[in-house]
């Protein structure tokens, strides 16, 4: 017999379903991708938030150094890049012209990974 997904449309053995999922018809394979697809949302409005923030303070960092660790190379990428510009300039104010002046790669990939809009240059 087996049963129905709702995210997948698939039928399923009753194996491939938790307990929870049974009930709201979503197998164990959508409930997780659609929990790291909303995570990983959540955390880049997060990294692109520190951006933002007049300063990248010490516990945002800390921040970062976890998400770094992320399995979804996105997320694991920007953080890898807010990192690098943290240790070259935590605060915003003047953090382009430091970056263009000796850290013209970092720039560059701060540019392609769309952390900072085009409207500042
Ligand atoms: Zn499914």
């Not at 399923?12 to 929870?20: H, I, Q, R, V, W």
């Not at 697809?37 to 303070?57: R, Y």
């Amino acid at each position: 017999m087996g049963h129905w997904c709702r995210i997948c449309g698939c039928n399923k053995p009753n194996e491939k379903f938790s307990g929870k999922g049974h009930r709201n018809h979503v197998c164990k394979h959508c409930a997780k991708t659609s929990k790291e697809l909303i995570e990983a949302i959540d955390q880049e409005a997060e990294i692109f938030g520190f951006m933002e923030q007049s300063n990248i303070s010490r516990k945002n960092i800390s921040r970062l150094n976890q998400l770094i660790q992320s399995e979804n190379p996105r997320i694991s990428e920007l953080a890898s890049i807010v990192l690098e510009v943290a240790k070259v300039k935590r605060h915003k104010k003047r953090r382009l012209q430091a970056l263009a002046k000796d850290h013209i790669d970092l720039l560059l990939k701060v540019k392609e990974s769309g952390l900072i809009d085009a409207d500042y240059y």
